[in-house]
C-alpha cells in the first residue's frame, strides 16, 4: 500500500496491522505513474494530485482502491478511477468540527482584525483606532452549502446572536430549519449577508460561483469566508471588490493554487487573512480521518463492505448485513442470465425486476447484477464500473420496482432482450426462514427451486419419458455426480426445464452427447 501524503502516525499504524505500507511524500506525476502498478491501494490527502494517468497505469497493476484522508475529492479523477473499477473512499465526517470551528475563528479574526493587529504591536506599534471591528451579534450569515461543515458552522454562529441565511439548491427547508437556518435563493444571500462562508465542492457549478457579478449584487462591507475549496472564489475578481471597498475583508484557508503563487495579490491585501489549508490540520482531524481511511481500505481489499464509497452506490452500515445475501444473489442471477445468452446475439436491453423488500436499495443490487452478467463478457468488471461498462458495450439498462408481492416475500429478476428477439428470464429469491438460502425459482417463466451453485447444467426439453434417465446414465457414465435436480414445466407434455447442479465441470463432449438425447431442446453448463 502506498501513501503519498502525511497521514498521521495513528493511521500508519492502523494500517500496517494489514499490508506493507510504503510512505512516498513529493512524488512528481511521472514517478506516481512509475510505481502506483505494484501496489493494492493508494492513500492521499489534498496534496496529490490523482489523475487519469495515474488510475490507469494503477488498474493495469494491482491498484483496487485509492482512500482519501479527509472529505474533498477534487484532486481526484473519480470518473476515471470509476471506469477503471478502482474504488475510491473517503473519510467525510472526520474533519467537520475542525473545519466548522476554523471557519468560525476566521470569522472572529475577521471581525476584529485579530492577525493585523498582532503583528502591528509585535513590531512596536499601539494602534487602537485603526483595528475597529464589528460585532457578530445581530450580524447577517450567508452560508453557501449547507452540509455537514456549513450546518456545523451554523449552529456555532447562532450562539454568537448571528441570523443564519442559507443557499443550498439541494438541501430541504425542513432541513435547514432544523439547523436553525432559513433556505434562501444565492441572490438573497449576496444582497443580504454581512458575512458569506462557503462551504460546497468543488464543481463544474460551484466554479468561480462567488465572481465579478456575485461581488457586485453583495451589501458594502461585506466580509467573505472561504474553508472550502480554492476556485470557488474567483480570486482576481475577489482581489477588486476589496480594493474598491466593496468587500471589507475576507479570510481564505483555500488557494485555486496551493500553494498560492507569490505573485497572487490578495496575500498582500492587508484586510485579508490567510492561512495555508489548515481546516483539517487538529490532532483529532487528522487522527480520525487516518484512522477511518486505514479502515475503509482494510475493508475494500478484503471485499467487505465499505461506508465511505464516493463511485459506488450507497448503502448505510446497519443495512449491509440485511443486504448481503441479496448482493451474492444478484450477482449470480446476473451471471446465470448471461450464461443463458443465444449465441453470437448481441445483447441490447437488461431489464432488472425488483419485489418486495428487494424494492429497497436496488441501486447497488443492480450494479452487483451487471457485476454478475457482464463478468462472462469482458474483464476487469466490477460493482464500482459495472453501469458504466453496459453503457459503453450499448446495453439498455432499466430497473422496475414495486412493493408489492406475489409468492415470495421478495423476487428479483434480470431480463435479458438480445438482437434475435429472444427474452431470456431468470428470478431468484432469499429463503430467510432457511438462513438466507438464495434459490433460483423461475427460469424463462419455469417455475423450479434451484440452489445457485458452483457447475449447473441447464437442460430445456420436451416432457416426455426417457430423457431424464439417459441424461443421468451420460453424466454418471462420466463418473460426474448429480447433486441436485429441479425440474419444472408448464404443462404435461410441453416444454420443460431440468437444473442439476453437478459436483465437476462437464466438458464440451458429455454437453454434446446430452444434447443428442431424444427430445433435449438445449442444454447450457453454467458456471456460478
Ligand atoms: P458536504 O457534502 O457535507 O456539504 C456540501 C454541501 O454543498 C451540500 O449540502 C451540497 O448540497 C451543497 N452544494 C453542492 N453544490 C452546491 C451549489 N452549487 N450551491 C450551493 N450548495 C451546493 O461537504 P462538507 O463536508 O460540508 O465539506 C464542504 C467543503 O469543505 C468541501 O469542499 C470540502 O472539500 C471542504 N473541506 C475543507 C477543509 C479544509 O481543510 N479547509 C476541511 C474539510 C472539508
Ligand atoms: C478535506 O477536504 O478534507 C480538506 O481539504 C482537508 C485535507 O485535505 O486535509
Known amino acids: 500500500m502506498l501513501v503519498t501524503d502525511p497521514l498521521s502516525d495513528d493511521g500508519i499504524e492502523r494500517l500496517r496491522k494489514f499490508a506493507d505500507v510504503h510512505i512516498r511524500e513529493g512524488l512528481k506525476e511521472e514517478e506516481l505513474i512509475e510505481i502506483i502498478r505494484s501496489y493494492d491501494a493508494l492513500i492521499v490527502r489534498s496534496g496529490t494530485k490523482v489523475a487519469a494517468d495515474v488510475i490507469e497505469a494503477g488498474a493495469d497493476g494491482r491498484l483496487k482502491v485509492i482512500g482519501r484522508a479527509g472529505v474533498g475529492v477534487d484532486n481526484i479523477d473519480v470518473s476515471a478511477a470509476t471506469e477503471k473499477g478502482v474504488l475510491v473512499v473517503n473519510a467525510p465526517e472526520a474533519n467537520t468540527i475542525s473545519a466548522a470551528e476554523h471557519t468560525i475563528a476566521m470569522i472572529l479574526a475577521l471581525s476584529r482584525w485579530i492577525p493585523s493587529a498582532n503583528a502591528s504591536l509585535k513590531a512596536g506599534k499601539w494602534n487602537r483606532k485603526k483595528y475597529m471591528g464589528v460585532e457578530l451579534n445581530g450580524k447577517t450569515l450567508g452560508i453557501i452549502g449547507l452540509g455537514r461543515i456549513g450546518a456545523e458552522v451554523a449552529k ?5 446572536g448571528m441570523r443564519i441565511i442559507a443557499y443550498d439548491p439541494y438541501t430541504s ?52 469566508i472561504n474553508c472550502a475549496r480554492g476556485g470557488i472564489i474567483d480570486e482576481s475578481a475577489l482581489a477588486d471588490a476589496i480594493k474598491r471597498g466593496k468587500v471589507a475583508g475576507a479570510a481564505l484557508d483555500v488557494f ?15 484586510n485579508v487573512i ?5 481546516g483539517a490540520s487538529t490532532e483529532e482531524a487528522q487522527r480520525a480521518s487516518a484512522i477511518v481511511i486505514a479502515e475503509e481500505v482494510e475493508r475494500a481489499l478484503k471485499g467487505e463492505p465499505v461506508r465511505y464509497a464516493v463511485n459506488m452506490p450507497y448503502l448505510e452500515e446497519e443495512r449491509w448485513d440485511v443486504m448481503k445475501p441479496y448482493l451474492t444473489l444478484s450477482s449470480k442471477i446476473g451471471s446465470l442470465c448471461a450464461q443463458l445468452k443465444p449465441k453470437l446475439s448481441r445483447i441490447m436491453r437488461l431489464e432488472l425486476t425488483y419485489e418486495g423488500i428487494m424494492s429497497e436499495d436496488t441501486k447497488i443490487l443492480t450494479a452487483s447484477a451487471l457485476q454478475g452478467f457482464l463478468s462472462n463478457f469482458v474483464s476487469g468488471v466490477n460493482i464500482v464500473n459495472a453501469e458504466v461498462m453496459a453503457r459503453k458495450m450499448g446495453i439498455k439498462v432499466s430497473e422496475r420496482r414495486t412493493k408489492d408481492v406475489d409468492m415470495f416475500k421478495s423476487l428479483m429478476s434480470v431480463s435479458m432482450h438480445t438482437e434475435d428477439g429472444t427474452v431470456t428470464e431468470v428470478s431468484g429469491t432469499i429463503f430467510e426462514d432457511l438462513g438466507d438460502e438464495p434459490r433460483i425459482v423461475k427460469i424463462n417463466g419455469y417455475r423450479i427451486d434451484a ?16 430423457v431424464i434417465g439417459p441424461v443421468c446414465t451420460i453424466l454418471g457414465d462420466k463418473g460426474i455426480n448429480i447433486a441436485r435436480m429441479q425440474v419444472g414445466r408448464k404443462e404435461p407434455g410441453g416444454e420443460a426445464i ?14 454434446a452427447e446430452i444434447r443428442n438425447v431424444k427430445n433435449i431442446v438445449d442444454v447450457k453448463l453454467v458456471k456460478l
Open 173 to 224: 427547508v425542513e432541513k435547514a430549519r432544523e439547523i436553525g437556518a432559513s433556505l434562501v435563493s444565492f441572490d438573497d444571500v449576496l444582497r443580504r449577508a454581512d458575512f458569506i462562508t462557503v462551504h460546497t465542492p468543488l464543481t463544474d457549478e460551484t466554479y468561480h460561483l462567488l465572481n465579478a457579478d456575485a461581488f457586485d449584487r453583495m451589501k458594502e462591507g461585506v466580509r467573505v
Open 274 to 278: 490567510v492561512t495555508p489549508h489548515l
Open 156 to 160: 456555532r454562529a447562532k450562539a454568537f
Open 498 to 511: 431440468m437444473v442439476l447442479n453437478v459436483d465437476s465441470q462437464v466438458d464440451d463432449a458429455t454437453i
Open 451 to 466: 440452489v445457485p451453485e458452483e457447475y449447473m447444467l441447464i437442460c430445456f426439453f420436451i416432457d416426455r419419458p426417457r
Open 256 to 270: 485555486e493554487e496551493e500553494p498560492p503563487s507569490p505573485e497572487n495579490e490578495l496575500i498582500s491585501l492587508e
